[in-house]
């Protein structure tokens, strides 16, 4: 079990790295890099706790990408994955939907 206290060293290949230089453009200049690694976890621990699988699906963009990913990653889906959009699209929108009833 890794113990957390006192320094620790990552290993960044290219890929690593440049997720870490995406992040660290989001650091408030108020606070700690390893701060901002903590409060990161613990918003990935709470996700992690409301959903049985916060692990992004490669092939499609997050939920709320800039709509030019969704424009240039739909038409290249292969025939599996965009079934499985379809059927997750239609979910979110009967999920809607419902929530449009209630609330009219």
Do not use: C
């Not at 957390?4 to 230089?21: H, L, T």
């Not at 963009?61 to 965009?82: G, Y």
């Amino acid at each position: 079990m890794t113990k957390f206290y006192g320094r620790k060293n990552i290993y960044m290949s290219a890929e690593v790295e440049s997720i870490f230089k995406e992040f660290e453009s989001l650091r408030p200049e108020n606070v700690s890099f390893s701060l901002f690694i903590a409060q990161a976890v613990t918003e990935f621990v709470k996700s992690k706790r409301k959903n049985d699988t916060i692990i992004q699906d490669e092939t499609v963009p997050l939920f709320f990408s800039n709509i030019q990913q969704w424009i240039e990653t739909v038409p290249k889906l292969e025939a599996n994955d965009f079934k499985k959009l379809q059927q997750r699209h239609a979910q979110i929108g009967n999920i809607i939907n419902k929530e449009v009833n209630k609330r009219l």
